[in-house]
C-alpha cells in the first residue's frame, strides 16, 4: 500500500528535515505517527499526500512508483487518499456543507447524491447546525470536524490526519478516532500524527516513532520483503 | 449574463477588487481597436476604388491636327483597341459630345473643325484583366501617331502607396493592442493567482485537476474581457458615425468618408468575441504554468 526506501526531503535548499525514511505500510493497517514537535511528522505525511516530492528516495502508494507518475495521473491518486491538515485548510468563503462536498464534486458526482450525504456525515460528527456556517465563524474544534468529514467523506483508501484531535476536548476526539477506526475497518489505510500518549495507549496500533527527521521505531508488522500484491 | 460564461465555484474571483479594472483597460483597448479596423477596412476599399479607377477606366487623345484625316486616325485607334486582349469596349466620343464638356469654357456657338480639340476614345478594360498600359500606349503610337494613352497612373500610384502605408500602420497598431492586451491581461492573472493560491493549493490536494482550476481563471477573466469590450466597440462605433457626419457636412471635403463595408462590420463585431478568446487563451497558458510549478 504504501512503502518508503530511504526517502529524504528538504524544502528548497534547506537542510534534510526527513533522512533516511523506511517502511512499509499494509493496506487496511492503522498507524500512529509520533515524536517531539519540529521532528518531521508533518513532513513525512505531505509526502504521503502528495504534496510534496522527496529529494531522494522511492515512494510507492497503491503500488506506482510516485516519481514515475504521469502528472496527469495524481489528481486521480489523490482522490484516493483522504487528508486532514494540522492547519486544516478549508476554504473560507465556502459554507462547511461546501467544503465537505467538495471532494465529491471534483470526483464527479453528482449533486443530488452529494448533499444529502454531506448533510449527514456533517450530523454525524455533530455540525448538524453548522452546516451553513463558514469556517471563519467556526471554533478551533469545530473547524477540524469540518476537516476531518471532508477527507473522509469519499472513502479514501488511504488517510492521512495529522493530529486530528487537538483542537478539541477528549470526548469529542475519541468519538472522532472511533469514526476513523470504522473507515479502517472497512479497509481504509490510516496513518494518524498526533502527540497524544493516552489517544496512542488507548487504541493500542502500531507506532512509528520520528525524532530529529529519522524514523526510530519502524512500523511493528512489517512484512516480508517480497510483499504480495495489494489488494488496493 | 453572469452565469454566461460558467462561475467560478471554489475560486469565487467575482469577488475579487483587483481584478475590476480589466474591463476598463479592456474597454479603451477595444475602442482604440475598433477606430483601427475602421480605418484599415475603409482604406483598402478607398484604395480598391482607387485602383479600378486606375485600371476601369482610360481615355485615348488624338491630339488635333488640321492637316491629317482625324476620323481615320480615331477609327484605326478604335480597331486596334478593340482588338487588344484585356479591352472590353472601346469608342470614339463624338466631338459634339466633346464639344459639349468644353460648352462650359468655349461657348455654345464654337464652329466644329475650327478649334484644336483632341478627338477622345473612350476605354474600358475588362475586369479582372491585368492589362500592361505602357506596352498599349506603345503599340498604340506606333499605330497611329498622334495618339496618346492617358494614364493617371503617378499620382494614384502615390495615393494608392499612402493608403497601403496607412494601412500597415493601422495593422501594426493593432498588433501592438494585441500584445498589450495579453500583457495587462497575464498581470491580471498573475494576481488573481497569488491572491487565490491558498485555495487553488487545497483544490489541488483535494484532486482537482489543472484544467479544473484553469477553466475557473480562464471563465471568469474572458468574461471580464468581453463585458469590457462591449462599450470600447459601441463608444468607437458611434465616434466613427460622428467623423462621417462632420465630413458629409463638409462639402468639398478631401477626407473620404469612413465606409468599412461587410467585411469591417464583421471584423468589428468579432472585435469582443477575438479579446474574449484571446483572454482565454493567454489566462489558460499562464494559469497552467503556474500549476505545473505544484507537485
Ligand atoms: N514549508 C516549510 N519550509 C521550510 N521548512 C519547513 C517547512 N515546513 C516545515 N519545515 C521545517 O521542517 C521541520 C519539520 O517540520 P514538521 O512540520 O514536519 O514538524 P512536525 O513534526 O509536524 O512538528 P509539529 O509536531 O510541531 O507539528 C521543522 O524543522 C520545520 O522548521
Ligand atoms: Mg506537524
Known amino acids: 500500500m504504501v512503502r518508503f526506501e530511504n526517502v529524504g526531503m528538504r524544502y528548497g535548499l534547506g537542510p534534510e528535515v526527513l533522512r533516511d525514511i523506511s517502511f512499509n505500510l499494509l493496506p487496511g493497517s492503522f498507524h500512529f505517527l509520533t515524536g517531539p514537535t519540529g521532528a518531521g511528522k508533518s513532513s513525512l505525511l505531505k509526502l504521503l499526500a502528495l504534496s510534496h516530492r522527496p529529494s531522494r528516495g522511492l515512494i510507492t502508494l497503491f503500488n506506482k512508483e510516485v516519481s514515475s507518475l504521469a502528472r496527469d495521473d495524481l489528481p486521480a491518486m489523490r482522490r484516493k487518499i483522504g487528508v486532514v491538515y494540522q492547519d486544516f485548510r478549508l476554504l473560507d468563503h465556502l459554507s462547511a456543507l461546501d467544503n465537505v462536498a467538495l471532494p465529491l464534486k471534483l470526483a464527479g458526482a453528482k449533486n443530488d447524491q452529494i448533499y444529502q450525504h454531506v448533510a449527514e456525515l456533517l450530523e454525524w460528527v455533530g455540525l448538524g447546525r453548522q452546516v451553513d456556517a463558514k469556517p471563519p465563524t467556526l471554533s478551533g474544534g469545530e473547524k477540524q470536524r469540518v476537516a476531518i468529514a471532508r477527507a473522509v467523506i469519499n472513502r479514501p483508501q488511504l488517510l492521512i490526519a495529522d493530529e486530528p484531535t487537538g483542537s478539541m476536548d477528549a470526548e469529542m476526539g475519541l468519538r472522532l478516532m472511533y469514526l476513523l477506526q470504522e473507515l479502517n475497518k472497512i479497509g481504509t489505510t490510516v496513518v494518524v500524527a498526533t502527540h497524544d500518549l493516552e489517544l496512542i495507549s488507548r487504541f493500542g496500533n502500531p507506532v512509528m516513532y520520528l525524532k530529529d527527521g529519522l524514523l526510530t521505531t519502524r512500523a511493528q508488522d512489517n512484512p516480508p520483503p517480497k510483499e504480495s500484491k495489494d489488494p488496493a | ?295
Open chain 2, 1 to 295: 449574463m453572469i452565469q454566461f460564461f460558467g462561475k467560478s465555484a471554489e475560486l469565487q474571483l467575482e469577488k475579487d477588487v483587483s481584478t475590476r479594472y480589466l474591463p476598463v483597460v479592456i474597454s479603451a483597448m477595444i475602442f482604440l481597436a475598433a477606430l483601427s479596423i475602421g480605418g484599415l477596412f475603409s482604406l483598402s476599399k478607398a484604395i480598391s476604388d482607387w485602383s479600378e479607377t486606375l485600371t476601369g477606366n482610360l481615355t485615348v487623345e488624338i491630339a488635333f491636327d488640321p492637316t491629317a484625316d482625324l476620323d481615320k486616325k480615331v477609327t484605326d485607334a478604335v480597331e486596334l483597341l478593340s482588338a487588344t486582349p484585356g479591352v472590353a469596349a472601346a469608342r470614339a466620343i463624338e466631338q459634339e459630345e466633346t464639344l459639349k464638356l468644353l460648352e462650359p469654357f468655349l461657348g455654345k456657338n464654337a464652329a466644329l473643325g475650327e478649334l484644336p480639340v483632341p478627338r477622345l476614345i473612350e476605354v474600358i478594360i475588362a475586369e479582372d484583366s491585368a492589362i500592361d498600359l505602357a506596352a498599349l500606349n506603345k503599340k498604340l503610337v506606333e499605330a497611329v501617331p498622334a495618339a496618346r494613352l492617358d494614364i493617371h497612373r503617378p499620382w494614384l500610384d502615390k495615393m494608392v502607396l499612402l493608403g497601403r502605408s496607412i494601412q500597415l500602420l493601422a495593422a501594426g497598431i493593432m498588433l501592438l493592442i494585441g500584445c498589450v492586451t495579453v500583457i495587462i491581461v497575464i498581470f491580471a492573472v498573475r494576481t488573481g493567482l497569488i491572491m487565490h493560491s491558498e485555495v487553488i493549493q487545497v483544490l489541488h490536494l483535494i484532486g482537482a485537476r489543472d484544467n479544473y482550476i484553469a477553466e475557473q481563471f480562464q471563465n471568469y477573466f474572458s468574461r471580464l474581457s468581453f463585458l469590457g469590450a462591449l462599450p470600447g466597440l459601441i463608444v468607437a462605433i458611434i465616434v466613427m458615425f460622428i467623423f462621417n457626419f462632420l465630413v458629409s457636412s463638409l462639402e468639398a471635403s478631401m477626407l473620404p468618408p469612413l465606409s468599412v463595408g461587410i467585411e469591417g462590420a464583421i471584423a468589428l463585431l468579432l472585435l469582443p468575441v477575438l479579446v474574449a478568446l484571446l483572454t482565454k487563451y493567454t489566462v489558460r497558458q499562464v494559469v497552467l504554468k503556474s500549476l505545473r510549478r505544484m507537485m
